[in-house]
């Protein structure tokens, strides 16, 4: 069997299909009883050597995103700070692939099929799956009412992987100094505030941000409107905040499902709960953090896909006409700009405008926020747009939705979103793998991009800002919906 000592402790993995396998290694204390609510401890140590062969429970919450039963994958517990690691067998000095999943704030786990990592072993990359707690427990920050709370504990769970790496991944087989720290939606909104935090400077040297949100990482008078919901709910106020500490934990996932399904219908376009700024791990809002230099050095690769929110609209989480955006507009005291955003957007069916409005919204504009204050800064900087649909996704009229680039881009074929991938050729299906996934790996190993079989991937840079479209044909793109960026790089909705 596959026996590491780490700094903790020994742990024993699995050797099958030439890959060493670890499931389950503890790197954070049980963030329970006096930990809960506060940021991740490490672990303590262990005597003996620790089986690890099989998932840990994922973190506490109430199913995922298609509605699946919760329990389907594994259990789950506040007891959840576990990471995974894949690695080819007789590995030294490899490139390291740490994948922090999505969810929406609320949701994921390591466990989902979809966000298995041995394609990458088999590829001569250790990688690394870690847990980080996700709804009130992880998100939702209760620390300007009580001392007994503290705030952005699932940033504080990354950052201590990230530790956790540095510290052992070379007994892996793994090379601390040539680190990739990848995530998709609320994973890639978590690099996003890796690429800010002072917490996590110096801990990865290249990152993928696949359809992150960097807006989402938002002022604590932002974090009240979803508070207000949470607190209705659960039937108290600031002033009783402190029973949270010792409230059952089906209790916290009926306030968190109240803001989940319903924050939206009463702040139309406003962010799920997530990372706040204005604190030691996260200072300042992510693209001014960067613009100072919080990333200086690090690689990027920042992706979005071509219709983001359609799955979005589908679910009823987002605005679904202009009445929507109207009344977004008006609670943030800017009534005017509706007539600007229709013209901006003129020419579309309302669905297919706001849809487009609320993707250039919620993603594109601050990721090429991102981007610029990145390459002026030195950085290289590499963007793409996921512009493939399957059939099911053309005939559902979703088109390259959000979550599409997940199993190109790992090389996963299962997962709850692969019933996408129904009535669609395999050889197409095929050759996005070949496509994304290859450029991943590309850019593990070097920092710089590839496309199989398609054209060189030129640099994001500040005045042609070139961005990869990716299909079955690739191509190269300079500086698109420029306009749209021009109006939302400014505007600022709940904060």
């Not at 590491?4 to 993995?13: A, C, D, L, Q």
């Not at 956790?164 to 100094?177: K, L, Q, S, T, Y």
């Not at 807006?215 to 709910?233: D, I, M, P, T």
């Not at 993707?359 to 963007?383: I, P, Y």
């Amino acid at each position: 069997m596959a026996t590491v000592e780490t700094t903790h402790g020994k742990v024993e993995g699995l050797e099958q299909d030439g890959l060493n396998t670890w499931l389950g290694i503890p790197f954070g204390a049980p963030p329970v009883g006096d930990l809960r609510f506060r940021r991740a401890q490490p672990v303590e140590n262990w005597d003996g050597v620790r089986e690890c062969a099989a998932f840990a429970p994922g973190p506490l919450q109430f199913g995922d995103m298609m509605g699946k039963d919760p329990d389907v994958i594994g259990p789950h517990s506040e007891d959840c700070l576990y990471l995974n690691v894949w690695a080819p067998q007789n590995a030294e000095r490899c490139p390291v692939f740490v994948y922090l999943y999505g969810g929406a704030n609320h949701l994921g786990e390591t466990a989902d099929p979809s966000y298995r990592l041995d394609s990458f072993a088999r590829k001569g990359i250790v990688a690394v799956s870690p847990a980080y707690r996700v709804g009130p427990l992880g998100f939702y920050d209760f620390s300007p009412f009580s001392d007994r709370f503290d705030s952005n504990c699932a940033l504080s769970d990354v950052a201590l992987a990230l530790q956790w790496v540095r510290d052992n991944i070379e007994r892996f087989g793994g090379d601390p100094a040539n680190v990739t720290l990848c995530g998709e939606s609320a994973g890639g909104s978590l690099v996003y505030c890796a690429l800010a935090s002072p917490a996590c400077k110096g801990l990865f040297q290249k990152a993928i941000a696949m359809s992150g949100l960097p807006g989402n990482a938002v002022s604590r008078r932002g974090q009240l409107y979803n508070h207000q919901l949470f607190f209705e709910k659960l039937g108290i106020d600031e002033s009783r905040v402190e029973e949270l500490v010792d409230m059952g934990y089906e209790q916290l996932l009926e306030g968190a499902l109240e803001v989940y399904k319903n924050s939206d219908a009463r702040y139309p376009g406003i962010f799920q709960t997530g990372a706040v700024v204005g604190d030691d791990l996260l200072p300042d809002y992510v693209w001014d953090s960067l613009a100072k230099g919080s990333a200086d050095g690090v690689a990027c690769l920042l992706g979005t896909c071509a219709n983001e929110a359609a799955l979005f609209r589908m679910m009823k989480m987002i605005p679904l006409d202009w009445a929507g955006i109207g009344r977004m507009f008006e609670l943030n005291g800017m009534p005017e700009a509706l007539d600007q955003v229709r013209s901006l957007y003129g020419g579309m069916k309302e669905k297919d405008a706001v849809t487009a409005l609320v993707r250039d919204r919620m993603f594109w504009a601050d990721a090429v926020k991102c981007a610029l204050a990145l390459s002026e800064r030195g950085n290289r900087v590499h963007m793409y747009r996921y512009d493939f649909a399957t059939t099911p996704q053309k005939l559902l009229g979703l088109g390259a939705a959000h979550a599409s680039d997940i199993g190109p881009g790992l090389d996963t074929w299962e997962g709850a979103l692969s019933i996408f991938n129904k009535l669609t050729s395999k050889k197409k299906l095929q050759r996005m793998h070949d496509v994304l996934h290859g450029a991943f790996v590309s850019f593990v190993r070097t920092g710089e991009p590839q496309v199989t079989g398609g054209p060189a991937w030129d640099a994001f840079e500040p005045d042609r800002r070139a961005v990869m479209a990716l299909d079955q044909r690739c191509r190269m793109v300079d500086d698109p919906d420029r306009a749209r960026f021009e109006f939302w790089k400014d505007i600022e909705l709940y904060q």
